[in-house]
């Protein structure tokens, strides 16, 4: 029997959930959803100084949002810290690690030794116990940070499922610090910790963490505890291949929100950022999880492409339900002051939109001039509702106050405007829509007006004429 996959997403809350982040915790999410298995969420927020509350709950927010729903934790590691202090107790028993009492001072000065020698920089293990060695006496005052017994013979290595075999040299790693002379432990250490009694199986995480996964494993090794499985996600980078800023997306989750996103969009959006299924662009979340896989994820680095998320946001805008969408334009227009109600039914306004918008925003913008007093530009007034035009929109305001309000009638009211006046269509429809809406381009005229109202387009008309 295969023992329950058990994945984890374990962000520091030092800022928000960034789009990267957001990628990682999508495919530890996925792969436990596709092999049934559970997803922890973990707060890793040891850097007292850096974490905030804020920072929390932009991450719990963010990971809502997508709809990355856990099913333990949030578990934070400073609610764990007697948990750790006595693992530490247990590896200094055990002899797999020890107090330090270099100075920082002493350290300054062997590191600068080690580099006038050509030499890496690393501890010399002068306060590490061994068979015959005698170790100074320990200084009045002073309080020894603790460190681990790191192996000195052979290597450490790991198949990892993203970039193959990895293999680095126990002479590579130095004894590194578990506690700080605060009693603190260090983050390598806690994640070791974490990841045993939580009983994690693959870690998934960003090759940003290659580094650190040799000095986890033989720690974790020392403590006899089950060494996970690892995959190392490559780097996202921007559309020019540089390190992914502000300015190519890398903004908090929740930006995507305020800017007009559907989650789904940007859920497929980040599951084809690194990792594919054949040519397959577009997909439910349902379908991802079917598919997912680590065989598929590509060990080169991920380019972000703002047009492709556009145009995904932009499809599944067009599939979205339309009560759905007046519920996203109702709160966005509420937000900016306008009363959603002041208009016609915004169902009938987002169906009339939906095709050409690629972001809610946009919506929210069309839906606005339904439901507030437009008052166009004077330029464009001067350009489109010239004498001419007025006088065909007299004529056809004067139609439109006894036809059935429905498109085939409205349709037949303009064209019988524009053989009266000897004018062709853009030369009605035009001035009309600068004249209901404020704006010379909108869909089919004749739908925009059965939308409207004819009270509303009656009124509207009149203030020209």
Known sequence: MTATVRTRFAPSPTGYLHIGGARTALFSWAYARRHQGVFILRIEDTDVARSTPEAVQAILDGMQWLGLNHDEGPFYQMQRMDRYKDVIQQMLAAGTAYYCYTSKEELDALRAEQEARKEKPRYDGRWRPAPGKTLPTPPEGVQP?????????????WDDLVKGRIEISNAELDDFIIARADGTPTYNFCVVVDD???????????DDHVNNTPRQINVLK??????????HLSMILGSDGTKLSKRHGAVSVMQYDDDGYLPEAVINYLARLGWSHGDDEVFSREQFVEW????HITPSAAQFNTEKLNWLNAHYIKQADNTRLAGEVASRLARRGVDPEAGPALESV?????????????LADAAELFCLDVHPAEEVVAQHLTEAARAALRSLAARLAGVAWEKPALNQAIKDTMAEHGLKMPQVAIPLRVAVLGV???PSIDAVL??????????????YL
Not at 147 to 157: L, W
Not at 222 to 231: C, D, F, K, N, S
Not at 292 to 295: H, R, S, T, V
């Open 440 to 442: 010379p381009q909108t």
């Open 196 to 206: 045993w009694d939580m009983g994690i199986t693959q870690v998934i995480r960003g």
């Open 145 to 157: 940070v603790v460190r681990f017994c790191n192996p000195t013979e052979g290597s450490v290595a």
């Open 222 to 231: 020392a403590l006899g505890a089950t060494v996970p499985q690892y995959a």
């Open 450 to 463: 059965e939308v409207l109202g004819q009270a509303r387009v009656l009124a509207r008309l009149n203030r």
């Open 350 to 362: 987002v169906a009339l939109y939906k095709d050409r918008a690629s972001n809610l925003n946009e």
């Open 292 to 295: 997912f896989d680590l065989d």
